[in-house]
């Protein structure tokens, strides 16, 4: 009986034998495989799903801080743009201002020396009227006491001096 011959009972029982073993793991152990396989093959399935939401949801986040990084780059923009503007116009009228400024007073200035060209014009008018009066004494030989004519002939000669000047 070697290994080409084999006892047939022995075949027999180790056919039965496989075949119980066979028929108790395919209906016990089988189905708990199969199981557990589904198991973490759904734990794997749902791990990736819930993945994919989650990198959905990042990538939506990412999304919207992109939109508002973009609005507040925008915003800041803006903001410098108009200080820029407010600080051009302030510029402009603290400029407008000074030359306002500067211009009542040179105003000023002028009616204030047009005032002191008057008043020196007219102490010295007085000064000279009687420096001409008190020369005019010394040549005549005599004082000169009528003020009022004096003054006439004084006031003609200031006249004619300023009608030649201007003309």
Known sequence: MGPLKPNLIELIVGLITFSVVFAALAKVLL???NKTLAEREEATTGRLERAETVQREAQHVRTEYQ??????RHEA??????AHEEGLALLAA?????????????????VQLEADRVIAEAELREHV??????LA??????PLTDADRARAVADAFFAEAEADTKG
């Open 31 to 33: 189905p708990r495989i």
């Open 67 to 72: 939109a508002e990084l973009s609005a507040a």
């Open 77 to 82: 923009s803006q903001i410098r743009q108009a």
């Open 94 to 110: 603290v400029r407008s201002e000074g030359q306002r400024a500067r211009e009542d007073m040179v105003a000023a200035a002028a």
């Open 129 to 134: 009227l009687g420096l001409a009066t008190e």
């Open 137 to 142: 004494g010394r040549i005549v030989g005599e």
